[in-house]
């Protein structure tokens, strides 16, 4: 049973609006939680991450929340350039699993110029 | 910057083959990974590591097993390549360090094909 889910396959925005990407788990012991961005023929590559102990976490244009009572993180993006078209996929770990993850099953984001 | 290298891009391999896919990664992680990732499924774990010669079932391990002999190095064995292995495989590496402990990096992939 899928414990991390993204339950948009896509997204479009036009550049330099605000992308919105979601994400809910199942999992109250997940404890960290991890963005991660893919583009074609490239592995993931890291992007933001935020602990359970924090509600939001802000890299430059990137923003995470989380909301524990809902099991729902989202990523913002602002404002949205072409570039940031991708797929993102969320991923969750609970401290007692060490580094294993569960990810999502990914946002495609395309940001129309 | 931290490097994990596969192998190779892609793979064309027929049914019942054995399958090696290898992955060497620069940092002296201690924590290797393989996943697959597919249509609407997302990446699913297969197996990690977390030392040399250990080894671990993520959720799907039915079909491969794993080998790592050295610390940069964590090679993924399909014993009997099958048409629903046909995917694309990605190797990651994480450090055990308080800094950064979670964030794995991840490998170009290889897009393995079974006929």
């Known amino acids: 049973d899928q414990q991390v889910k993204q339950n948009s396959p896509s997204l479009s925005v036009q550049e330099g609006r605000i992308s919105i990407l979601n994400c809910d788990y199942t999992?109250?012991?997940?404890?960290?939680f991890l963005w991660y961005k893919k583009y074609p023929a490239e592995g993931p590559t890291f992007l933001i991450s935020?602990?359970?102990?924090?509600d939001k976490n802000e890299d430059g244009r990137f923003t995470v929340f989380l909301n524990k009572s809902a099991k729902h993180l989202s990523l913002h993006i602002v404002p949205s350039q072409p570039g940031d078209s991708a797929v993102y996929f969320c991923?969750?770990?609970?401290?007692?699993?060490?580094?294993?993850?569960?990810f999502g099953t990914g946002t495609s984001l395309t940001v129309i110029p | 910057d931290v490097k994990v290298t596969q192998s190779s891009r892609y793979l064309v391999k027929r049914t019942g083959e054995k399958v090696f896919l290898e992955c060497v990664q620069d940092?002296?992680?201690?924590?290797m990974f393989w996943y697959r990732q597919d249509p609407g499924l997302g990446l699913r774990l297969i197996y990690f590591?977390?030392?040399?010669?250990?080894?671990e079932k993520g959720d799907i391990p039915e079909g491969y097993s794993v080998s790592r002999e050295k610390k940069e190095r964590f090679s993924l064995i399909l014993e009997s390549a099958s048409t629903n292995q046909t995917s694309m495989y990605l190797c990651?590496?994480?450090?055990?360090?308080?800094?950064?402990?979670?964030?794995?990096?991840f490998g170009a992939g290889t897009r393995l094909s079974v006929l």
């Open positions: 991923a969750a770990s609970a401290g007692d699993t060490g580094n294993q993850f569960y």
């Open positions: 999992n109250s012991m997940f404890d960290y």
């Open positions: 935020i602990s359970s102990i924090k």
């Open positions: 940092m002296d992680h201690e924590n």
């Open positions: 590591s977390y030392d040399v010669k250990m080894k």
């Open positions: 990651a590496s994480a450090n055990l360090g308080a800094v950064a402990k979670n964030i794995q990096y």
